[in-house]
């Protein structure tokens, strides 16, 4: 594997892309490296790159298709872990609102009532989704209500 390392006065936060054909063992070893370098780092997929996300840039994990999609401000990417571990490592600024979804609670716009007692979560980055019953009172004991 070919290394390459570029200094660059912008980057306050060390940010790495992993340019290869194919997703190696290799190549995965080396992302698993990456993502345990700092803090809970995430390494996630889009269109065959390795990104790497620290959590405060994730707004929103969603299954979709049976995969899970991670949203930030201006993009998604898949991810090969499955919902419950990305619970786990994404800390506690993560809820689970219903069955489906986690959400960033610091990324919270605001949240509105519908009918049938559901209420409706709306992110900074204007993403929504419904908190089911299940998953609303630990979302009220978030909130303090």
Known sequence: MQVE???????????????????????????????GAGDNKLVVEQQERLVILRPEEIFLVRVENEKPVV?????????GKRLYELESALGDDFLRINKSTLVNLRQLDYVEPTLGGLMLLVLKNGARDHISRKYLPAFKQYLGV
């Open 71 to 79: 949203y930030t401000r201006d993009n998604r990417y898949f991810s």
């Open 5 to 35: 390392i570029k200094i660059e006065k912008a980057a306050a936060v060390p940010y790495a892309v992993i340019y290869t054909d194919t997703i190696t063992p290799e190549v995965q070893r080396a992302a698993v490296l990456l993502e």
